[in-house]
């Protein structure tokens, strides 16, 4: 994935995340309501925020975590490893996963900026469990980026499992990259790595 689609990643996350009582009724809503939520969290606070982290990390999770389907998102990131993990290792990952998802690209929530996101009208179906969310992002330079978030229905709420970025998925972009180490290393060694790197340390070679 290239750097410009990385440093956008936690950005499109976000801002399609928000509480709403039209979450089964209409996806785009959800996308409009997490963007006017993210813009209020951030004005006025862009310096203070980029000097102090844990209130970014703070901000993001308090829109994120209640309505980002973690466990789906890291059993498909995970793909056949996931079915030979136990419930431990499932549990560890999934927290271990998302922590690191958040640091590695709070930065680029700093960079959100409401006028630069077209919703496209929905084109999915709302009977089915997943669906799919066009918008378009116009970044500094001009460039207009297409990003697609994948949604899940999960008890009358849409949550995000997934963003595409330019064609390309961080799911299986993920998958590609874990997978390759979970074969070099363990699951278990995967899991530290990514907790060291959630909590700022580095994680001791086995």
Known sequence: MKK????????????MLAGSTVWAQDPNAVIQSASDE???GLNGRK???????????ALIDSVL?????????????????????NAEQRAKFIDAFYSSLLRRYAD????????KIEILPFRGDLEKQR??????????DGTVVPVNYGMVNR????????????GISYVRNFRTELNSE???TSLDAVIARLEAESSGTTAAAE
């Open 155 to 166: 008890d009358s709420n849409w949550l995000i499992f997934d963003v595409t970025i330019e």
């Open 131 to 140: 669906t799919t969310v066009k918008t378009m992002v116009t970044l500094e």
């Open 65 to 85: 975590l209640p309505r980002f389907d973690r466990r789906y998102a890291a059993q498909l990131v995970l793909g056949r490893h996931w079915r030979n993990a």
């Open 108 to 115: 680029g929530v700093l960079e959100f900026n409401q006028d």
């Open 182 to 184: 979970i074969q070099a």
């Open 38 to 40: 993210l813009e209020a």
């Open 47 to 57: 310096e203070a925020l980029a000097q102090d982290k844990d209130a970014l990390y």
């Open 4 to 15: 410009v689609q990385f440093k956008m990643l936690i950005v499109t996350v976000a801002c």
